[in-house]
């Protein structure tokens, strides 16, 4: 399994920002994805997962209805668009697989991570 994640860079408060993740080794539709972030000094997060493809997404607090996260099994990508960002949305992001989720999260493989800069 390999996850390439894309689409970070540098943005002002307030502006957009737009991530994907590429899969690849293996059909993900039932798999559970999911976006974590770490930022500097800080243990990672979760930010955004859904248990499989077209089943209920779940936001951290801190990003819901700024933040939203969706699945496209054909391309085998999951995407992360990201809204109204704040500084305090600076981190690097990873996506994330997990190939055994029975009602509870264990991811078991991570991208390498994008980092996103928000600047006030």
């Known amino acids: 399994v390999q996850l390439a994640e894309s689409g970070g860079g540098l943005v002002q408060a307030g502006g957009s920002l737009r991530l994907s993740c590429a899969a690849s080794?293996?059909?993900?539709?039932?798999?559970?994805m999911g976006w974590f972030r770490q930022a500097p000094g800080k243990e990672r997060e979760f930010v955004a997962g859904s248990p499989w493809s077209g089943g209920s997404i779940r936001y951290a607090d801190s990003v819901k209805g700024r933040f939203t996260m969706s699945r496209d099994s054909a391309k085998n990508t999951v995407s992360l668009q990201m809204n109204s960002l704040k500084p305090e949305d600076t981190a690097v992001y990873f996506c994330?697989?997990?190939?055994?989720?029975?009602?509870?999260?264990?991811?078991?493989?991570w991208g390498q991570g994008t980092q996103v800069t928000v600047s006030s």
């Open positions: 994330a697989v997990d190939t055994n989720f029975i009602g509870s999260y264990h991811w078991d493989y």
């Open positions: 080794g293996r059909t993900f539709s039932r798999d559970a």
